[in-house]
């Protein structure tokens, strides 16, 4: 019913940026918040940065100041601009967008990989 595509991810040296993309389609009516999470090898996956359907923002402690998530509506995607990348933001990025038609349900791209060399 939703589709989630991820574009973006690569390698880079620390200190570098890099922007990702998820562009959703399919069955979009009541889209609420979307987000970017993230997981490292052995790791849980965890919140990266979010984003609600007016475009207010949440951030994990570790990124802040570092990423930006926007959202452009009418493109139906979401981005997440990524500066002053550590080894340590190094993990496979995922996209997820949530629901409500009646109830919640929540949608997961399948990943893009960000590699950050020291």
């Known amino acids: 019913q939703v589709q989630l595509v991820e574009s973006g991810g690569g390698l880079v040296q620390a200190g570098g940026s890099l922007r990702l993309s998820c562009a959703a389609s399919g069955r979009l009516s009541s889209m609420n918040a979307m987000g970017w999470y993230r997981q490292a090898p052995g790791s849980q996956r965890e919140l990266v940065a979010t984003?609600?359907?007016?475009?207010?923002?949440n951030y994990a402690d570790s990124v802040k100041g570092r990423f930006t998530i926007s959202r452009d509506n009418a493109k139906n995607t979401v981005y997440l601009q990524m500066n002053n990348l550590k080894p340590d933001d190094t993990a496979v990025y995922y996209c997820?967008?949530?629901?409500?038609?009646?109830?919640?349900?929540?949608?997961w791209g399948q990943g893009t990989q960000v590699t950050v060399s020291s």
């Open positions: 997820r967008a949530d629901f409500w038609w009646g109830s919640s349900s929540v949608y």
């Open positions: 984003i609600s359907s007016g475009r207010t923002t």
